[in-house]
Structure formats: structure tokens, C-alpha cells
């Protein structure tokens, strides 16, 4: 189908359900993400959807990357394995670069690594979330450069109830985990802590993997708010199995060609802050918060060997002030955000690397109710980045053995504007903005392309570009819609294109997206989401070629009964369209096959135990949620999914 036309179809598809229904789905839920402190979102103009710890509790997921993809919009892409670890997170369509361009909070702290590493989704223990915000399409103002296609802000439970938990499960692949919750507090104090241990077998060869995990918050609580500190700390170890190429992916997946490569990796976060109302229309808030990893790497099958270690710190304050604008009641939030990113890297078989980086931002947002239904929001944000990069000389035998030492210092600015009108149980937005990203600190490492000798990339520009996008949300009796229609053009995108890190020819993502919810009765609720994603260039060599990884089209459904005393049981599908394999921006290697999969789960609720059973991936489908093409091999290299896996776990309260 063309593009063009099957775009036209998606978007009046998405308008013709508006008039079908007719209440707001959240208009009295609190959120964060929309300002950076707990508001209604009606007043917004956001695209911001919450799954709630129910939406979690019915959804037969193993880990947290699993729990999003059942989310309009949201693309999960996982390198294997039932903990979720070096899973990808995409929202609106980028790729290889999605990483860098979907910004993954937990209580509002950026937990994206400085440089191209994944997120230690371990260090987040499913038991501990209370609820997921998902802010669709830039939110470069309020957060900084790397949200151009969204922001996830996980939220954990900090409640303080008394709670003294343990969960035991076993599962396929030699699959075992244990899960340990305690809370408590009163009206000084309170802590809440989460356990976690799980090791595996693995579903391929050398895919084995452990984690262990402790992660909470204490409290204390004053007249006027309260002090806090929260924490984490992990240590995960893991085979490396590597992809396999086209014939081993056909007879034999769970195969490896890596089967002595390891990896582990040990860190831990903390970040004391503040809560404190100030007088009735004043509130400050803030943190201070540090981060860091070590991450030890041994490629055998290369003889090569990496001992990396990763620090970030950061102080985000930031004001809130209830005021009025002439007659009209306005908000304005105005913070500064500072991080100090380090990246050090011990090397053998080739050149060490460091690099480190400091960002300085300032920023700006503004909400004026013109009318008890219609709401303005603007706002900006300054960021200054300074980046360093050095790598040594390699050793004797190598043809490009200078060391390399470079430094650069730039500035963006963004902008948005935003009304957002609610009124008879309706609401509707649109949105403009401006967005921007800076390279990570390893897209700063680059070779010349004829002497391939290791250069500074301080000519790579930030990438930047326009996001517009329009939607609403309404609702009659049990059923429930949201829905929104965006466009994003970049420039100077910042991509791989084969061979290094380069600003790519300008680009556009444009689509819409879906959710809907529908209690049926009593006992049965159903939810479904749909996205389209158009992810092309612009203009230039590729111009009129589809970005490598983006699916035009992504769909969810999903399926609950609540028996009550018996039990709830609960399905969903997943579907996940065709899409270009890696790198291959050229688009001449055909098509990644797209794939459907089905997941089960049913609960029994025998109070103090709860029994929870598991089938992931039911029909034991076999596909590949990442390949790529090697000009190399002149072959495609997969990286396998699991199959056909079942969980069962056993919770006691006491």
C-alpha cells in the first residue's frame, strides 16, 4: 500500500472513533510526568496514559520492558531472556537510536545510560511499581535531550503500608526467582524495601543469567512535606550468546557462536531529596542523586576484554508557583537540571576509551486556565552541553595507532505551546514544539573513513527538529478511548549508518495511535491498542527509504475475567508488523517478518497465599524482535527469541 495513502486511511480511522463516545478516562487521575510535580493531567496538553499496579496484576508479564508493550506506541524489543535485560524501549518509531530518544524515568529520575549501554531494567523489580506514566512525543522541555519520542516515568510504591511479602517462582529454561517486600511507616516516618534474587538456565546456549537486586525509599515526613532518600543496588551476571546468521536462525536458534563470552555487571543509585510547600501557592522540590555502574565484559570468540565503569551525578531543583496572570488563574514550573556523566573503559585486545560529559539546563513551563474548560501551556528550556572524549594509542601490529583527544561545547534551545479544551466529560489538545538530542559520549568516538585512524566526532551536530501532534480522550459508561496524531520532522538526526556515527539525512515520523478500554461487566474487562508509525527520510540519498527497525504497524489486545473467589484469568496478543533490518537504510535486504504472540496467565487468590501461572508465548512462535544485515557475511544475523515458556509463582502475606 502507499505510504502516503495508508497513512490518510490510518488517521481517519483514529478521527472516526471520536464521536462514539464522550467522557475523559483520566480526568481526576494525578500524574507527574505532564509537569514534574503530582497534577490532574486535564489541564496539559499532553498525550499521557497511566497503567495502574491492576493493569500490572493482570497483565501475564515476567518483567517490566514485557508490561509496556502492551501500550499504544510503545515498541519493546528484547535480546532474550525471561529478565528482560538489554531490552530496547522505542516509542515513535527510531530504531537502532531508540535508547537515545525515549527517555525512561523512575520517580522522575533519568535512568538512560550517558553512553550507548541499555537499561538495568534489574534494577527495577516488577513487584515494586505502583504505576507507569507514558508521555507520548517530545518532552524536551521539561526533561532534556533524549525524550524526542517520549518519556516512561516508572512509578514505585512509597506508601509506607504495612506490607511483609514473600513471592517464589519457577519456570522454563531452569528459571527460579525470589521476591521479598516490607513496608511500614506512620505519621514520622516510613521506608518501603523490595528483594529481589532470579537465575536461569536460559532459553540458547550460553544465555544463562542472574540477578540480585534491593531497591526502596525512606522517609520522613514534615509539616510542610517531606525528606527522602531513595536506593538501589544490583549485580547481574549473564552468557553473552551473540545473534547467529540466517541458517542457524532456520534449523537451530537456540544456538550460539559466542558460547564462552560473559558479562556482569554490579552498581547501585541513590538520591536523597526534598518535598516542601513553601505557603499555599509555592512548593520546592529537589535531588541530589548519584549513579554508578561497572560493567565487566569478556569476548572470548574475539579475544577481547572490556572492565568499564560508568558514573553520573545530578542535582534537579525545581519550583512550583500558584499565581495569577492578570485575572486568570496560571502555574508556572521553573527548575535547573544538572548532570556530570563519566565513562572510563579498560580495554584489552584493543584501545582504552574515557569520556565524560556536563549538562547545565534551565527551564520553563506555564499553564494559564483561561476558562474552567480551556488551558494554555508554554514553556522552554536551555541546555548546555560540554562533552570529552580521549582513547590511547593501540598497541604494536595495529595500522591506525594514534591516540585520539577531543572536547566540544554546544547549546539548544527548545520550545512547546499547547491548549488543552475539557468540558462535558471530553477533552482535546494540540501540541507544537521544538526537540533536540546531543550525542551520547560513545557516538563521540568516530575513525577517519580513509585512514581509519580514531578521531574526535566533534563536528557530529545535535540532532534537532519540529514535533506537532493533536488528540483527546473521551468515554460513555464502561468504555473508554484516548487517541493522538503526531508529526516529527529531525535534522541532523544522529544515527550508524554502516560503518560510523553520523548526522543523517533529514527525517519524519509521523502516525497515530490508539488505546481503548472497555469494561464488559462486572467480571470482564477488555483492552486494545493500535499505532502506525511512518518513519522516513525526508529528502537526500535515502529520501523517500523507510528508518531500518520501525514497524509501520503495532497492535495489542488483551482479555480479563475476574471470577472472584475463583480467580481471574487473563490473555493478550501482540502484533508486530514487518519492518527494514538494521542498517539497512539503503532498504534493498527485504523485510524483518513481523509476528503475533500470545500470552496467558490466571490468578488464585487463596488469602494469605496467591498462586500466579504463567504461559509466554503460547504458540511457541518463533521469531527474531532484532536483525541486521552484514555487508561483511553478505548474510543477516538474528538475534532468536525465547520460546513457548511457563511460570509459576507462589505469594504469602503475613
Same mark, same amino acid.
Given at each position: ?125 516488577? +513487584? &515494586?511499581?505502583?504505576?507507569?506514566? #507514558?508521555?507520548? %512525543?517530545?518532552?524536551?522541555? !521539561?526533561?532534556? /535531550?533524549?525524550?524526542?519520542? @517520549? ?111 560473559? +558479562? &556482569?555487571?554490579?552498581?547501585?543509585? #541513590?538520591?536523597? %531529596?526534598?518535598?516542601?510547600? !513553601?505557603?499555599? /501557592?509555592?512548593?520546592?522540590? @529537589? ?368
Amino acid at each position: 500500500m502507499n505510504p502516503r495513502r495508508s497513512f490518510t486511511l490510518s488517521t481517519l480511522a483514529l478521527f472516526a472513533a471520536f464521536p462514539a463516545l464522550a467522557a475523559d478516562p483520566q480526568a481526576d487521575a494525578v500524574l507527574v510526568t505532564a509537569t514534574r510535580f503530582r497534577e490532574p493531567d486535564s489541564d496539559v496538553a499532553a498525550n499521557v496514559s497511566v497503567i495502574t499496579r491492576q493493569d500490572i496484576r493482570n497483565t501475564p508479564a515476567q518483567n517490566l520492558p514485557d508490561v509496556l508493550s502492551t501500550r499504544a506506541g510503545v515498541d519493546v524489543r528484547q535480546l532474550g531472556g525471561a529478565m528482560g535485560r538489554n531490552a530496547t524501549v522505542d516509542m515513535r518509531g527510531f530504531g537502532e537510536t531508540a535508547t537515545s530518544n525515549t527517555l525512561i524515568l523512575v520517580d522522575g529520575l533519568r535512568v538512560n545510560p550517558v553512553d550507548m549501554g541499555s537499561i538495568i531494567w534489574s534494577s527495577i523489580p516488577l +513487584e &515494586s511499581v505502583e504505576r507507569i506514566e #507514558i508521555m507520548r %512525543g517530545s518532552g524536551t522541555v !521539561l526533561y532534556g /535531550d533524549g525524550a524526542t519520542g @517520549g518519556v516512561i516515568n516508572i512509578i514505585t510504591n512509597k506508601s509506607g503500608n504495612q506490607v511483609a511479602a514473600l513471592t517464589a517462582t519457577v519456570g522454563s529454561y531452569g528459571y527460579k526467582g525470589t521476591d521479598i517486600q516490607l513496608a511500614n511507616g506512620n505519621d514520622q516516618a516510613y521506608y518501603n524495601l523490595f528483594v529481589n534474587y532470579a537465575d536461569a538456565d536460559g532459553y540458547r546456549q550460553n544465555s544463562q543469567q542472574d540477578q540480585r537486586t534491593a531497591s526502596g525509599r525512606v522517609g520522613w515526613l514534615l509539616d510542610r512535606g517531606e525528606v527522602f532518600t531513595d536506593f538501589a543496588v544490583y549485580k547481574e551476571s549473564n552468557g553473552l550468546p551473540g545473534s547467529v546468521f540466517s541458517a542457524a536462525y532456520r534449523d537451530d536458534p537456540r544456538s550460539t557462536r559466542t558460547p564462552s563470552d560473559t +558479562e &556482569s555487571r554490579d552498581g547501585y543509585r #541513590i538520591r536523597p %531529596g526534598v518535598s516542601y510547600r !513553601l505557603n499555599e /501557592d509555592a512548593t520546592l522540590e @529537589g535531588e541530589v542523586a548519584h549513579e554508578r555502574q561497572n560493567l565487566d565484559a569478556k569476548y572470548v570468540a574475539s579475544g577481547m576484554a572490556s572492565d568499564r565503569v560508568r558514573q553520573t551525578t545530578s542535582f534537579t531543583p525545581r519550583l512550583r508557583w500558584r499565581h495569577g496572570l492578570e485575572a486568570l488563574p496560571s502555574e508556572t514550573v521553573v527548575g535547573y537540571d544538572y548532570y556530570d556523566g563519566k565513562v572510563n573503559s579498560d580495554n584489552t585486545g584493543y584501545a582504552s576509551q574515557g569520556a565524560s560529559q556536563q549538562s547545565s539546563s534551565l527551564y520553563l513551563q506555564n499553564v494559564t486556565k483561561f476558562s474552567d474548560e480551556l488551558s494554555l501551556t508554554v514553556g522552554g528550556r536551555s541546555q548546555r552541553m560540554k562533552q570529552q572524549a580521549s582513547q590511547d594509542a593501540y598497541g604494536a601490529g595495529w595500522s591506525f595507532s594514534p591516540a585520539m583527544d577531543g572536547d566540544s561545547a554546544r547549546t539548544r534551545n527548545a520550545y512547546d505551546v499547547g491548549l488543552a479544551y475539557a468540558a462535558g466529560g471530553w477533552r482535546v489538545y494540540g501540541k507544537s514544539g521544538t526537540t533536540f538530542r546531543f550525542a551520547n559520549l560513545d557516538e563521540l568516538f568516530g575513525y577517519d573513513p580513509i585512514t581509519y585512524t580514531p578521531v574526535f566526532a566533534g563536528d557530529l551536530k545535535p540532532q534537532h527538529g519540529t514535533s506537532n501532534e493533536v488528540g483527546g480522550s473521551v468515554a460513555v459508561g464502561p468504555a473508554k478511548l484516548r487517541a493522538a496524531l503526531y508529526r516529527i520532522e529531525l535534522t541532523d538526526e544522529i544515527g550508524f549508518d554502516g560503518s560510523s556515527n553520523t548526522n543523517l539525512d533529514p527525517t519524519r515520523r509521523q502516525g497515530g495511535e490508539l488505546e481503548a478500554d472497555w469494561k464488559i461487566s462486572d467480571d470482564w474487562q477488555a483492552k486494545a491498542s493500535y499505532a502506525y508509525v511512518d518513519a522516513t527520510f525526508r529528502s537526500g540519498t535515502y529520501s523517500g527509504n523507510e528508518v531500518p527497525l520501525v514497524a509501520r504497524n503495532q497492535a495489542s489486545a488483551q482479555l480479563t475475567w475476574n471470577t472472584g473467589r475463583t480467580g481471574s484469568y487473563s490473555a493478550v496478543a501482540r502484533y508486530v508488523g514487518e519492518r527494514r533490518y538494521g542498517s539497512d537504510y539503503a532498504n534493498t535486504q527485504g523485510m524483518l517478518a513481523g509476528y503475533t504472540t500470545l500470552d496467558l496467565q490466571s490468578v488464585w487468590n487463596l488469602k494469605p497465599w496467591k498462586i500466579t501461572a504463567k504461559l509466554i508465548n503460547a504458540f511457541d512462535k518463533k521469531y527474531s524482535p532484532y536483525a541486521a544485515y552484514s555487508a561483511y557475511r553478505n548474510d543477516t544475523y538474528y538475534y532468536p527469541a525465547d520460546g513457548r515458556s511457563v511460570f509459576v509463582s507462589a505469594r504469602y502475606d503475613f
